[in-house]
């Protein structure tokens, strides 16, 4: 009789533990998904509503239902160009990461190389893209070699400003144990300070794969038409021209929706890469 009521005790201890998690569940659920969807469904009936009510004219202020019926209409148009944008980010944002992060490491692995070259970084940040688009445009001609590079450009110094931060944020305990055990620079680079710096290098990836979609577009704008085909700024370019508002907001939020998805790309690739060891991305985890 005495087992039986354990047993049972136990087994409502268990349901109500079962229930506690459902509840806290549904709470975290509520809590990350039904504000912003409600902000969104608010935000989209004021700018279907004031259009309409302030009657102002499509080509002024499109209304969200004419901007879907644009990219619709002009879908032929809209998706390769998407495609292109698409590209052209992407192989920016790789040569980003790859020059970037080596480049990182190098400049961490001398004072003096880092001392002298580092500003220069620097300084080629601070000068506006439209300043030197130019002049790559001469260099490299019109078209897709000319966008990749300035995508690269504007995605390259956030990548380079928090590897080196990071690989010059190493725990100094660490280091000198390192050093104690006679590690080489180049061992205790690879088994240190970039572990180490892992969490920042992937901060500054997810920066950077913004900012290359914005340099594909700029880069569309000043350097022309890709490869024979226009990405997404060069069609932005012709509805300006064309007074096309509606399909000039759809070429927008197709690269707002494009922007979005590459980062949640890259922050599931650092919680993957983070989540076994790093206390970041496994309190995200729980």
């Known amino acids: 009789m005495t087992v039986k009521t354990v047993s049972t ?33 608010i ?18 202020l499109p209304k969200p239902t004419d901007i879907v019926a644009a990219a619709i209409k002009d879908w032929h148009l809209l998706w390769p160009a998407m495609q292109i944008t698409i590209f052209e980010s992407v192989i920016g944002f790789i040569l980003s990461a790859v020059v970037g992060i080596g480049i990182s490491v190098l400049l961490a692995s001398s004072r ?7 500003p220069y970084a620097v300084i080629l940040q601070t000068i506006p893209i439209v300043a030197i688009a130019p002049i790559i445009v001469i260099w490299f001609g019109s ?4 966008i990749v590079i300035i995508s690269f450009l504007i995605g390259f110094f956030p990548i380079v400003s928090n590897t080196l931060m990071g ?3 190493v725990d100094k305990n ?14 205790t680079m690879v088994k240190l300070r970039i572990p180490a710096a892992m969490p920042i290098i992937m901060s500054g990836l997810k920066v950077s794969c913004t900012l290359a979609i914005i340099g594909s577009i700029t880069g569309e704008y000043i350097a022309g038409i890709g490869g024979g085909k226009g990405g997404l700024g060069y069609a932005i370019t012709v509805a300006a021209v064309q007074l096309k508002t509606p399909y000039l907001f759809a070429c927008a939020i197709a690269g707002a929706l494009f922007g979005i998805v590459f980062y949640l790309i890259v922050s599931m690739v650092s919680r993957l890469v983070l989540k076994s060891w790093h206390e970041s991305a496994m309190k995200v985890e729980k």
């Open 9 to 41: 005790n136990a087994d409502e201890l268990v349901n109500e533990s079962s229930k506690l998690k459902v509840m806290k569940g549904k709470q975290k659920f509520n809590l990350k998904y039904l504000g912003p969807i409600l902000a969104l469904v």
């Open 43 to 60: 935000f989209l009936s004021l700018w279907q509503f004031i259009p309409t009510l302030l009657d102002i004219k499509p080509f002024i």
């Open 112 to 118: 003096v190389l880092e001392i002298s070259l580092y």
């Open 143 to 146: 078209g897709f070699n000319s």
């Open 167 to 169: 690989l010059n944020s």
């Open 174 to 187: 660490m280091s000198d144990l390192f050093k104690l055990y006679n590690a080489s620079k180049w061992q």
